[in-house]
Nanobody
Framework: VQLQASGGGLVQAGGSLRLSCAAS????????MGWFRQAPGKERDFVAA????????HYADSAKGRFTISRDSAKKTAYLQMNNLGPEDTAVYYC???????????????????WGQGTLVTVSS
C-alpha cells in the first residue's frame, strides 16, 4: 500500500482545511486509515482514524468536535476535515494505513504499517 497525502497549507486561526490521503493497493480485510501529526520538537501524535469496513471513526480528544475523518471507498481515499483551526494545530500531518487493524490499536502509531509522506499545516494567529 502506498499513501499520498495532500491538502496542507497556511490558514488563519479559525479557518478550515481538508486533507486527503489516497491509497494504492489493497484496502480489504481490517483496513484502517489514520491521521497523525507532528509539531516541531514533539512526538507524532494520533489525530483520527477510520475503519474501512463499517466506517467507524475515532478521534483524539484534541480533534473531537473540530475534525471529521471520512472515506471514499471507491477512490481509496480518506479525508480529514479540520475546522476552527488554531496555532496549536500547526504540524506536519501524516496519513497511515494498515490492513489488519484491530479496534483497540487505531490510535497507536506502531500499529500502522504504511505511511504517507506528510503534509504541512500552518495556522497563523
Amino acid at each position: 500500500v502506498q499513501l499520498q497525502a495532500s491538502g496542507g497549507g497556511l490558514v488563519q486561526a479559525g479557518g478550515s482545511l481538508r486533507l486527503s490521503c489516497a491509497a494504492s493497493g489493497r484496502t480489504d480485510g481490517s483496513y484502517a486509515m489514520g491521521w497523525f501529526r507532528q509539531a516541531p520538537g514533539k512526538e507524532r501524535d494520533f489525530v483520527a482514524a477510520i475503519r474501512w469496513r463499517g466506517g467507524s471513526t475515532h478521534y483524539a480528544d484534541s480533534a473531537k468536535g473540530r475534525f471529521t475523518i471520512s472515506r471514499d471507498s471507491a477512490k481509496k481515499t480518506a479525508y480529514l476535515q479540520m475546522n476552527n483551526l488554531g496555532p496549536e494545530d500547526t504540524a506536519v500531518y501524516y496519513c497511515a494505513a494498515d490492513n489488519a487493524m484491530i479496534l483497540s490499536s487505531v490510535g497507536i502509531r506502531s500499529a500502522y504499517k504504511y505511511w504517507g509522506q506528510g503534509t504541512l499545516v500552518t495556522v497563523s494567529s
